[in-house]
Nanobody, 123 residues
Framework: QVQLVESGGGLVQAGGSLRLSCAAS????????MAWFRQPPGKEREFVAS????????RYADSVKGRFTISRDNAKNTVSLQMNSLKPEDTAVYYC????????????????WGQGTQVTVSS
């Protein structure tokens, strides 16, 4: 069992930055692939980025490559998402998720989810 709690969302102007954090509790955090998904208003939830348990594999959605950076600290049981050069289309509820598979993209492969944190980017 893994519990995930996101923080760091908020309102930012286009071109600005935000850093999201996800704190995990439970056993064997370092065994899980961790990921960020987002759900824009009126749209389906979509993959943003994932990082494998040994930090050897990282994946990004094409829409965020070069702007977002995912990282994790297994000693602190945290995963972060540094978001730079934010655009209005990045507005969404951002979710942290955990999977025992190797950096999957499909949300159905993630077993544990946080409650989400709102990110709003104004133009």
């Amino acid at each position: 069992q893994v519990q995930l709690v996101e923080s760091g969302g908020g309102l930012v102007q286009a071109g600005g930055s935000l850093r999201l954090s996800c704190a995990a509790s439970g056993r064997a955090f370092s065994s899980y692939t961790m990921a960020w998904f987002r759900q824009p208003p009126g749209k389906e939830r979509e993959f943003v980025a994932s990082i494998s348990y040994y930090v050897g594999s990282i994946r990004y959605a094409d829409s965020v490559k070069g702007r977002f950076t995912i990282s994790r600290d297994n000693a602190k049981n945290t995963v972060s998402l540094q978001m730079n050069s934010l655009k209005p289309e990045d507005t969404a509820v951002y979710y942290c998720a955990a999977s025992l598979l190797h950096v999957p993209v499909a949300e159905t492969n993630y077993r544990y989810w946080g409650q989400g944190t709102q990110v709003t980017v104004s133009s």
